[in-house]
């Protein structure tokens, strides 16, 4: 895997699992992002980037990650984790969306 994927992905991940817990002023624009992902996943059917990379031999970054610290557990439960990671992400900004909008 080239490490300039490898740092982009995981920048990328750091700043996606941040997103619940920035300030609640900025959620009218935050709680976008993992719906955005989701429509770029589907048209591109996966990441953009790793598709870039042919070090991949075929895997997910999220493939790549998750294989020494779980084993081999299969391509179509990593892919599952990783939509229900974006769907617990959304819930997350949307429930602090809302509670500022109630609340303010």
Sequence with gaps: MKISTTIIHLIFLIFFLSLPVWPEHLM???????????????????????KIDKSLDDQTFTEAITKPLLGDIGKERIIALTYILLIVVTILCNANYYNYIYNN
Excluded at 28 to 50: A, D, H, Q, S
């Design 28 to 50: 009218y624009i935050v709680r976008w992002f993992p719906v955005g992902l989701t429509v770029i996943w589907f048209i591109f059917n996966g990441c953009p980037l790793t």
